[in-house]
């Protein structure tokens, strides 16, 4: 283990006159979690702001070629850790995509994805809401943003067992139909979410500080967005209107009604408009799934080598037995080929590109990670603007460490 | 040196991408280091003005050994994956000249399997500490790094020991028996 | 017993001034991973660490107590992380959260320090991938605890 920073290179630090580096991180309350910015400052004005990265890599995708097919979604989760049923949905139709099932999914188990998708794409702009605020001052946001959250996490936790990666997600389904009760609570959240909204909004929308630190601030054109990858809420603030579930529609987002807010000014305001807008629409769409819930259905497709049987049936069927034992201690074989599969987390486009070669672990799994792409372009972004904007900006393009350094 | 990293096992692909079965995710283009950098900027004048990823894999056991597969995306929804293969110490032109959002993806590529890109801008380590040995995605590094690789202690969690005893049937069969038969017809 | 003026409270020196610690634990702010959002839900308002007299969680290591090293420790965060223990003024504790920082969790690979323990002394290890904020919680008390037992980093500091 190496005891000594990085070493401030002359492609780092390259500047002239009165300019002073400054690390900013990796500990830093302000930057949403572990990153390090080397700025070079004039005064407060930012001349370079050289993101270092690295200070999360859990080498998760070499840790995926090391587990069952079965098992990915686990490590998935853990990626983008603010949604990370987002991750392991791409993950579970990558898989499925190179077993040849995606048309074989049961149309249940395909709208609890959906609702799952768009709960925890609610659950992760209720934390960048909270932060991006908190940053700003505006502590209370925070914790009306934390507790609104509190009930989705506890659906997912009636779901799956656990509050934040709940592993619920698996290949062929989910692990088992939805709890007593759930839809109910999900009912409750619907109801209660409007007036949620509005009091966030109040909080924020029309606040003249709120509005002086953040219009204008951080400015990414169309053609620089695209330049630089971004995709999401921060590309649709731009006014590029890409989506992709309007784009590539998967688990049957074609079904659903719903609008992609978009906004031309490219400004952290926009970008925050846009995301309460995202919000709104993806309660409409958590309304839309949970009528189509109401028809039971299985939730798992019903090929006992892909998916085991339920644990019920072990006592009564040798067949069953054997499944399981198959499944649970050597997993199943994929056929070799590979993979893009991608989905619109709430950061932006997530994508797996998975390679398998015919055995029961993958070969490759590659991450586009959204996060990765979206904080490159603070590179471009920052240079001419105060440190404080820098704290805007990076709230703004809402990166996730798990995601950009995996 | 004795591996957690078990190689693929016979009875395995080693071309995975030459044996996919037919899913509709992008157009796949194959392309090699000399024709990559003209390719892409045809690719990109010809509206693909997004790299969506840049990715590499390694086909321990394939000649070339490594792969650079670039996503790239034309609005609103046509998408081609370029696949470079890359021998083990050739270099590979950037596209950062292209789209600036390969600077990262190709200094990631760099650290984690020592492919360099030639005309990068900054081309250092990005995930592991700067000081590193290794390239840690190459099939040969281990998974639990050179230090721990003899450590006592059982892996309960890996799961590269646990061979698929089941034989390969249905689509899996089918694609390695195609590859076998490739292989014979070459 | 009426309390009336010129009455005097003998109590030791110790026993004031480790209650006086155990309640005003003001934790770092080393968020790394998951377990970080989950150390932010416990300062919100369900969980609510700050009536365990955890007001503030504060940045910078000097002013800080608790360091709650919630989150997996990759290679290049490990010097980072020891620095900042470092720099922590004494009396300190440190809480383990979650099971990538008590033993590198599910992670047991190259880029994972496999438990910070091997780093930096612990006090408290909070099992959970992420643990529940009553998880966190908890280990607050049991850190509060220490404290008025007179552990390790009390006011007179003992080896």
């Not at chain 1, 001052?137 to 990666?165: K, P, T, W």
């Not at chain 1, 672990?361 to 904007?389: E, H």
Request: contains cysteine.
């Amino acid at each position: 283990m190496s005891l000594s920073p990085t070493p401030l290179t002359p492609e780092i630090v390259s500047h002239e006159g009165n300019a002073m580096v400054l690390s900013m991180g990796p500990q830093h309350p302000s930057t949403h979690g572990v990153l390090q910015i080397m700025l070079e400052i004039e005064g407060e004005s930012v001349i370079k702001a050289e993101p270092e990265i690295g200070y999360l890599h859990t080498g998760i995708e070499k840790n995926m070629e090391n587990l069952f097919w079965s098992h990915g979604q686990t490590n998935a989760e853990r990626m983008d850790y603010l949604a990370p049923s987002s991750n392991a949905l791409c993950y579970v139709l990558a898989v499925e995509q190179l077993l040849g099932i995606t048309g074989e999914i049961p149309e249940r188990a395909k709208h609890i994805r959906v609702l799952n998708a768009e709960l925890t794409r609610i659950a992760s702009h209720c934390v960048w809401l909270g932060t991006h605020a908190i940053d700003l001052g505006a502590i209370s946001v925070f914790f009306y943003c934390f507790d609104l959250r509190e009930n989705i996490l506890d659906l997912q936790e009636a779901a799956g067992g656990a509050r934040m990666h709940p592993n619920y997600l698996r290949v062929g389904g989910v692990n088992g139909d939805l709890p007593a009760g759930y839809l109910e609570r999900v009912d409750a959240l619907i109801s209660k979410f409007p007036g949620r909204m509005k009091e966030l909004r109040g909080l924020l929308q029309a606040n003249p500080i709120f509005q002086d630190r953040t219009i204008d601030v951080g400015i990414l054109s169309a053609d620089e967005a695209t330049q630089w990858g971004v995709t999401g809420p921060a590309l649709r603030g731009s006014g590029v209107a890409y989506d992709v579930r309007k784009a590539f529609p998967y688990s049957g987002y074609e079904q659903y009604t719903f609008d992609v807010p978009t906004r031309t000014e490219g400004d952290a305001y926009a970008r925050f408009l846009v995301r309460l807008d995202e919000m709104e629409e993806s309660i409409k769409i958590v309304a839309q799934a949970r009528e189509k819930l109401r028809t039971a259905g299985p939730y798992a497709i019903d090929d006992p080598k892909i998916f085991a049987p339920p644990k019920e049936t072990i006592a009564l069927s040798m067949e069953a037995l054997i499944h399981h034992f198959k499944i649970v201690s050597e997993s199943f074989r994929v056929p070799p080929g590979d993979v893009y599969q991608s989905v619109e987390g709430p950061r932006g486009e997530l994508g797996y590109y998975i390679v398998s070669n015919g055995e029961n672990r993958p070969y490759r799994v590659r991450t586009r990670p959204a996060s990765l792409y979206n904080l490159q372009a603070l590179k471009g972004i920052a240079p001419g603007n105060l440190i404080a904007d820098l704290v805007v900006m990076i709230g703004s393009l809402d990166p996730v460490f798990g995601e950009v350094d995996r | 040196m004795p591996s957690t990293q078990t190689p693929p096992i016979a009875g395995t692909a080693i071309d995975p991408p030459g044996v996919r079965p037919a899913i509709d995710d992008a157009a796949i283009e194959v392309v090699t280091p000399q024709t990559l950098h003209a390719r892409c900027e045809a690719l990109r004048a010809g509206g693909y003005a997004m790299l969506l990823d840049l990715g590499a894999v390694d086909y321990l056991g394939r000649e070339p050994r490594f792969e650079v597969v670039y996503h790239l995306l034309k609005m609103p929804n046509l998408r081609v994956r370029l696949r470079c293969g890359v021998k083990d110490g050739e270099h590979v032109p950037t596209v950062s000249d292209i789209w600036k959002n390969a600077d990262w993806a190709e200094r990631e590529v760099f650290d984690l399997f020592g492919i360099v890109f030639d005309g990068h801008p900054d081309l250092r380590r990005i995930q592991m500490p700067h000081d590193w040995e290794g390239h840690p995605l190459r099939k040969d590094y281990p998974l639990r790094g050179p230090a721990r690789e003899r450590s006592p202690r059982p892996a309960f969690g890996l799961k590269s020991n646990v061979q698929a005893g089941t034989p390969p049937t249905g689509r899996t069969l089918e694609a390695l028996q195609e590859q076998v038969k490739k292989a014979r017809e070459q | 017993m009426e309390i009336g003026p010129g009455q005097f409270l003998l109590a030791r020196l110790d026993d004031v001034a480790r209650w006086a610690q155990s309640s005003s634990v003001w934790p770092l702010t080393m968020g790394l991973a998951c377990c970080a959002i989950e150390m932010m839900t416990v300062t919100s308002a369900e969980y609510d660490i700050a009536r365990l007299g955890s007001e503030v969680f504060r940045s910078s290591p000097r002013q800080a107590d608790l360091m709650i090293v919630s989150g997996r420790v990759a290679q290049k965060m490990a010097p980072v992380v020891k620095r900042l223990y470092d720099q922590m003024a004494d009396p300190k504790w440190v809480i383990s959260m979650g099971a990538c920082a008590s033993s590198g969790g599910v992670f047991d690979n190259y880029a994972v320090v496999q438990g910070v323990d091997t780093i930096i002394p612990v006090d408290v290890y909070v099992p959970g991938c992420p643990p529940t904020p009553d998880g966190l919680l908890y280990a607050v008390n049991l850190i509060q605890q220490q404290i008025r037992e007179g552990g390790r980093g009390g006011i007179l500091a003992r080896s």
